[in-house]
């Protein structure tokens, strides 16, 4: 079975800072994937970097960037520039192998930019 | 751009009721998903379907069914709605390759009273 763990309930970030959410994970898959997701208070669920357990480079998307350490199993997400628009709930997600459908879902941190 | 629609935003039901949640999605994905959202819990699999008419139990299935006779719908019921049913509800859907990501709804939040 799948596990996924975010031990940070909630965050604060001064704006134009860069903040770091955890995500560590457990799976006896070799083949895997790793999804991060924003929810802002209006409740849409956003998706916003992926990556595959093969992939040789971090995946980047903008001002998000993943900070995949296999051997660790862990898969942060980094924000940079900090922007009150960032303000939300950040969830990671896993994937099993490609014939595995279905994401489980960690338990969310809340991340709350100051200006 | 996909769109995944579920018919209602907000719902209140009695205890006992038969409930049902409505989601349609219009990219012909062949996966479909219902999750509920509590705090603190993050979100958790209720059922997933791979293809029409099929479906495979998620994490929380006790007091769920589902249905999918159409590629593009996929119901939630909820047999004898229960207060601990109380709960955002959200379908999504994706494409069978693995990096693709799920498309949510905008939820529907249930309460039971």
């Known amino acids: 079975a799948q596990k996924i763990t975010q031990t940070q309930p909630g965050m604060f970030v001064q704006e134009k800072e860069a903040v770091t959410l955890d995500c560590t994970y457990d799976t006896s898959d070799p083949s895997y994937g790793l999804f991060w997701y924003k929810q802002p208070s209006s409740g849409e669920m956003i998706f916003l970097i992926y990556q595959g357990s093969y992939d040789q480079q971090n995946a980047t998307e903008g001002r998000y960037s993943l900070n995949f350490q296999k051997a660790r199993k862990s898969a942060n997400l980094v924000i940079s520039a900090s922007q009150l628009g960032d303000s939300a709930m950040y969830f990671c997600?896993?994937?099993?192998?490609?014939?595995?459908?279905?994401?489980?879902f960690g338990a969310g941190t809340t991340v709350t930019v100051r200006a | 751009d996909v769109k995944v629609t579920q018919s209602s935003r907000y719902l209140v039901k009695r205890t006992g009721e038969k409930v049902f949640l409505e989601c349609v999605q219009d990219m012909d994905h062949e996966n479909m998903f219902w999750y509920r959202q509590d705090p603190g819990l993050g979100l958790r699999l209720i059922y997933f379907s791979y293809d029409v008419k099929m479906k495979e139990k998620g994490d929380i299935p006790e007091g769920y069914s589902v249905s999918r006779e159409k590629k593009e719908r996929f119901s939630l019921i909820l047999e004898s709605a229960s207060t601990n049913q109380t709960s955002m509800y959200l379908c999504?859907?994706?494409?069978?390759?693995?990096?693709?990501?799920?498309?949510f709804g905008n939820g529907t939040r249930l309460t039971v009273t």
């Open positions: 997600a896993m994937r099993g192998p490609p014939n595995d459908y279905k994401l489980s």
């Open positions: 999504a859907s994706r494409d069978r390759e693995g990096n693709s990501p799920l498309h």
